[in-house]
């Protein structure tokens, strides 16, 4: 692993110093920008006033999304095995048919 380096990011017009491995870079260029818009998208609603607000209000949103999305992809992998344990059923009782009756 390399050692972090300091990665400068913009959020709501004010500049961040952070400390970050090189090979994370961009993924922490494209989380701040992700959060940068979300909060501009928050303070132009109107209804939210003061940064700190508007921060609060930004990571309940994206934290519900994560959330809501690794619901949506625990439900689709519990049916993705279900259905390979149906194919499995199959294919095991295709395997242990009678196999004279293959010979016909």
């Known amino acids: 692993m390399n050692q972090p380096t300091t990665v400068t990011v913009h959020i709501m017009d004010k500049e961040y110093c952070i400390a970050c491995p090189p090979e994370e870079r961009t ?3 494209n989380a701040a920008r992700y959060l940068d818009g979300r909060m501009r998208e928050i303070r132009s609603g109107g209804k939210v006033i003061g940064a700190e607000r508007v921060a609060v209000m930004a990571a309940l949103n994206i ?33 242990t048919s009678d196999p004279n009756s293959a010979q016909d």
């Open 63 to 95: 934290t519900h999304e994560l959330l809501d999305r690794q619901q949506r992809l625990a439900a689709e992998a519990t049916g993705h095995r279900e259905q390979v344990r149906r194919l499995l059923e199959r294919v095991d009782g295709a395997l």
């Open 27 to 29: 993924n922490l260029e």
